[in-house]
């Protein structure tokens, strides 16, 4: 601002030029003008190409605001219609066939206790594939190990750390005993919306370029900017996925018989609100 001012002084100015020195020693000592109605020196000139001198290349921008939606009203202006999804997880460190509630955790739509019904990977991913092959895409909790964005790609494949390392990949910890120990955990979701049942189509390139089969592959939609459709093997899905979101109709029968009279009768392992899956 006082660079600005010293080079309009050079132009000609209709303010006294005893005024303007006071005016510009005011603005070098900073101390306030001794004339209590005194307007204030503006620091950026009026005119649009002096003031994109003045500001020096800063780009300034304007922002729209969207209108303040609270969760509830964004809800009531979604197509998404929870009368009908069934919520299923695959804890392994649970009793398959038995509804977990959590102790705390809430869902926003009734201020019930958040729940889930317990089942195993496979009625999961034949749910998943019969919702897809109807056009409904699938909500899932995962987490994101192993992802490599230049191939938009989740598979265990893309794991290097026993190489590096030289870890023995025969000593793992299951998929229950990682939750319980915080190895991993439920803290991200994606939605689901394609299947691949030819386990030769899908290849990727790996080391020395040698092609890699992959195996059956799954489409999911994510919610990062620059990666926003990733692909992740059968055997990713079955390590990293924990719970899904679908339609009734595409629930075994028998499962869902089992959850319906767990529901009804209060028949449920309640988790306390360390569990891991009241981390979702």
Request: proline letters at 6%; a negative charge.
């Amino acid at each position: 601002c006082l660079q600005w001012k010293k080079d309009e002084k050079k132009e000609a100015s209709p303010v006294p030029a005893v005024e303007e020195k006071k005016e510009h020693e005011w603005q070098e000592t900073e101390e306030k003008p001794s004339a209590p109605d005194a307007p204030a020196a503006s620091p950026v000139p009026a005119d649009a190409s002096k003031k994109e001198e003045a500001v020096k290349g800063l780009v300034i921008e304007e922002y729209r605001p969207f209108q303040r939606l609270t969760p509830l009203q964004f809800l009531e202006q979604s197509l998404f219609s929870f009368g009908e999804k069934v919520h299923l997880s695959h804890l392994p460190y649970q009793p398959e066939g038995r509804l977990l509630v959590a102790e705390r955790v809430t869902n926003l739509y009734e201020g019930k206790r958040l729940q889930a019904f317990n089942t195993n990977m496979s009625i999961i991913k034949n749910a998943v594939r019969d919702s897809i092959l109807a056009g409904q895409p699938v909500e899932i909790a995962c987490e994101m190990r192993h992802a490599d964005r230049t191939k938009f790609l989740l598979s265990e494949q893309n794991d290097k750390t026993a190489e590096i390392f030289g870890f023995d990949r025969r000593i793992v910890l299951g998929k229950g005993e990682e939750l319980l120990y915080g190895v991993t955990s439920v803290a991200h979701g994606m939605v689901l919306i394609g299947c691949d049942d030819d386990p030769v189509a899908a290849t990727a390139e790996g080391d020395a370029g040698l092609m890699l089969p992959l195996g059956p592959l799954w489409k999911v939609e994510n919610s990062w900017k620059d990666v926003q459709y990733l692909y992740m093997t059968d055997s990713w899905f079955d390590a990293h996925c924990y719970d899904i979101v679908v339609d009734r109709k595409y629930v075994h029968e028998a499962v869902l018989a089992s959850y319906d009279t767990a529901v009804r009768e209060a028949d449920h392992i309640v988790l306390p609100t360390g569990d891991p899956f009241c981390k979702i």
